[in-house]
């Protein structure tokens, strides 16, 4: 079974407006982070927010926010008042407490965002 | 400005070549970590070292050989390779100790490897 499911391959956002990218996940474990990253078309990984099982607040960095649910096993990424430089692709991970060094990746999202 | 680097930025090698990729972290980081990245894909795990021991092998084709010379450094050996290996190829980095589910991977920012 998929660790991470991300099921919007593309999606596109009117600038100023938000935006909600999709991101499930599965795991037995207690203890396991989730972690959205941002992908240029340059290629660099950029680490935007984290998200831990035990959080009770849902993370808040900037114009992103995560809306953890985890009786749904959903994490989703709020981007709100979108700008140009936001269309990138998109990619949700899980780090589980008992597997250590293993990080699961989902297969992204390409996020456009039009003028 | 990012926190790993990896060097060069640009590789263009042919099939019988051997080249090397490098990865340098300061943050005492003690897991290090090769991805490879075809477009638009996720990236897929090849190497995990921790505690400059190699701890995870993804069924990695021996063409391509990890070394981690100590707790910084990080390098990818490539010998033979084939076309279909031309990708980016990612460095990562992340804490590793009890409870370190909460610490993201820092990526750096990527080698472009062309096989011709």
């Known amino acids: 079974a998929q660790k991470i499911t991300q099921t919007q391959p593309g999606m596109f956002v009117q600038e100023k407006e938000a935006v909600t990218l999709d991101c499930t996940y599965d795991t037995s474990d207690q203890s396991y982070g989730l972690f959205w990253y941002k992908q240029p078309s340059s290629g660099e990984m950029i680490f935007l927010i984290y998200?831990?099982?035990?959080?009770?607040q849902n993370a808040t960095e900037g114009r992103y926010s995560l809306n953890f649910q985890k009786a749904r096993k959903s994490a989703n990424l709020v981007i709100s008042a979108s700008q140009l430089g936001d269309s990138a692709m998109y990619f949700c991970a899980m780090r589980e407490g008992n597997t250590g060094n293993q990080f699961y990746f989902g297969t992204g999202t390409s996020l456009t965002v039009i003028p | 400005d990012t926190e790993v680097t990896q060097t060069p930025k640009h590789l263009v090698m042919g099939m019988t070549n051997k080249k090397s990729l490098k990865c340098e972290q300061h943050?005492?980081?003690?897991?290090m970590y090769w991805y490879k990245q075809k477009a638009k894909k996720p990236p897929e795990l090849m190497f995990v070292?921790?505690?400059?021991?190699?701890?995870i092998n993804e069924s990695v084709p021996s063409r391509f050989s990890p070394e981690c010379p100590n707790s910084s450094l990080l390098n990818l050996h490539l010998h033979a390779l084939q076309p279909e290996d031309s990708a980016l190829y990612l460095c990562a980095s992340s804490h590793y100790r009890a409870g370190s589910y909460n610490s993201p991977l820092h990526f750096g920012n990527g080698t472009r490897l062309t096989v011709t």
């Open positions: 943050m005492g980081h003690r897991a």
């Open positions: 998200q831990g099982s035990y959080d009770e």
């Open positions: 070292y921790s505690y400059e021991k190699l701890s």
